[in-house]
């Protein structure tokens, strides 16, 4: 497993931008197919982006779509969701998941290293 911690979290109004980051240790990060989740309160662990292990193809949500980006820089260990046009439904608490070779990258279950989150909410 790789070790994982979020940050850049916060309270925005809505049309807000954050910028959420992920540092990644403990293996070759390049390895790894990496996700961000979130969850509401009251609901289910939901899939919000991912990318590749070259950062090469990304991977979004029906509901994040032209708002959200992800992306990594594998020179610094580092995965990044850079959120735009933040809406009060987007507020959860955001993980970061890594996984060398998920079987379904939408899946919480695919993945097998996760963050302790970084909570993002979003003020109408």
């Given amino acids: 497993q790789v070790l994982l911690k979020e940050s850049g979290g916060g309270l925005v ?3 807000a931008s954050l910028r959420l980051s992920c ?3 403990g293996r070759t990060f390049r390895n790894y197919f990496m996700g961000w989740f979130r969850q509401a309160p ?3 662990r939901e899939f ?3 990318i590749n292990w070259t950062g090469d193809s990304t991977y979004y949500t029906d509901s994040v779509k ?3 980006t992800i992306s990594r820089d594998n020179a ?3 995965v990044y969701l850079q959120m735009n046009s933040l809406k009060p439904e987007d507020t ?3 993980y970061c ?3 060398s070779l998920p079987r379904a990258y939408t899946k919480s279950a695919s993945y097998d290293s996760w963050g302790q989150g970084t909570q993002v909410t979003v003020s109408s």
């Fill in 13 to 15: 109004q809505a049309g």
């Fill in 23 to 25: 540092a990644a240790s």
């Fill in 42 to 44: 009251g609901k289910e």
């Fill in 48 to 50: 919000v982006a991912a």
């Fill in 66 to 68: 032209g708002r959200f």
């Fill in 76 to 78: 610094k260990n580092m």
């Fill in 92 to 94: 959860a608490l955001y």
């Fill in 97 to 99: 998941a890594a996984d």
